[in-house]
């Protein structure tokens, strides 16, 4: 009942742009921090972005900063990613996740404080 659902995906072409959205069903969005994660074939999965309950607070990881932006809508229940200027080390699986805010005002991207999981959705970078 309680799921997280990514959408947006694609194969673009680099310097291309994507929005993933993740949209949350049995539950409420806005009680709980919201991240975006990645993995690649053959390496660990790791933090890409998050998002405070309020919005307020973002964080990203170095290698997607300036390029990426996190922003949720908690009326739709929903949040998303906008990548621009893609490049091919982007190309990943993305999942979604929420988890609780434990630093008041403050999100984190480590994996193991998000209790919600999306499946992911597939974004290629390619030529």
């Known amino acids: 009942q309680l799921q997280l659902v990514e959408s947006g995906g694609g194969l673009v072409q680099p310097g291309g742009s994507l929005r993933l959205s993740c949209a949350a069903s049995?539950?409420?969005?806005?009680?709980?921090?919201i991240g975006w994660f990645r993995q690649a074939p053959g390496k660990e999965r790791e933090g890409v972005s998050c998002?405070?309950?309020?919005?307020?607070?973002?964080n990203y990881a170095d290698s997607v900063k300036g390029r990426f932006t996190i922003s949720r809508d908690n009326a739709k229940n929903t949040v998303y990613l906008q990548m621009n200027d893609l490049k091919p080390e982007d190309t990943a699986v993305y999942y979604c996740?929420?988890?609780?805010?434990?630093?008041?005002?403050?999100?984190?991207?480590?994996?193991?404080?998000?209790?919600?999981w999306g499946q992911g959705t597939q974004v290629t970078v390619s030529s």
């Open positions: 998002i405070s309950r309020s919005g307020t607070n973002t």
């Open positions: 049995g539950f409420t969005l806005d009680y709980y921090n």
């Open positions: 996740a929420a988890g609780s805010e434990l630093l008041v005002g403050r999100c984190g991207r480590t994996p193991a404080i998000y209790v919600y």
